[in-house]
T-cell receptor, first 110, second 113 residues
């Protein structure tokens, strides 16, 4: 079983749609969780951190479920500019162990 | 401007010819790391450094070396590159090694023939 697993997609959604991605992780001792966004073969950029209490940033909502060992990302009112690959990142032991998911590709269609 | 600078952006080389990919950050970050990204495998950590003269192996260190003689620089060295090291490489840094946002360089596409 992979340490961090994501559905690779692609998710093709119309503008304005709501889309959700999940990411599961296997190490129950994992400490920190993030969502990064990556545009085609460019550097990943932090989208948001993920907390147990859930956090929201505009149209984006992230949630952590430690009991089931998954994190989620919800994007509301999708824009064309949201088209990208979304990477789930799980950290343990400070940044000594940083594990990336393989990414979920989102394509927002006009 | 705060940034992580990687060079070169593209590199084509031949098997066995030693090469160095440079990485420099101007944010006084303590933590720096290297990743390679391959289709279907995502980003995998090669080496990381928690501070000057402190480095450690990540998940895929074989065939790579690093050094951290100065806080700002963290070069990746391939002593004898092989075709299976053809990949997209990213350097990243963060202020401390405790769960901070990672800042990435713009990447180096390496092809080993």
């Amino acid at each position: 079983r992979k340490e961090v697993e994501q559905d690779p997609g692609p998710f093709n959604v119309p503008e304005g749609a709501t889309v959700a991605f999940n990411c599961t992780y296997s190490n129950s001792a994992s400490q920190s969780f993030f969502w990064y966004r990556q545009d085609c073969r460019k550097e990943p950029k932090l989208l948001m951190s993920v907390y147990s209490s859930g956090n929201e940033d505009g149209r984006f909502t992230a949630q952590l479920n430690r009991a089931s060992q998954y994190i989620s990302l919800l994007i509301r009112d999708s824009k064309l500019s949201d088209s990208a690959t979304y990477l789930c990142v799980v950290v343990s032991g400070g940044y000594q162990k940083v594990t990336f998911g393989t990414g979920t590709k989102l394509q927002v269609i006009p | 401007e705060a940034q992580v600078t990687q060079n070169p952006r593209y590199l084509i080389t031949v098997t066995g010819k030693k090469l160095t990919v440079t990485c420099s950050q101007n944010m006084n970050h303590e933590y720096m790391s290297w990743y390679r990204q391959d289709p279907g495998l995502g980003l995998r950590q090669i080496y990381y450094s928690m501070n000057v003269e402190v480095t450690d192996k990540g998940d895929v260190p074989e065939g790579y070396k690093v050094s951290r003689k100065e806080k700002r620089n963290f070069p990746l060295i391939l002593e004898s590159p092989s075709p299976n090291q053809t990949s997209l490489y990213f350097c990243a840094s963060s202020l401390y090694w405790t769960n901070e946002k990672l800042f990435f360089g713009s990447g180096t596409q390496l092809s080993v023939l």
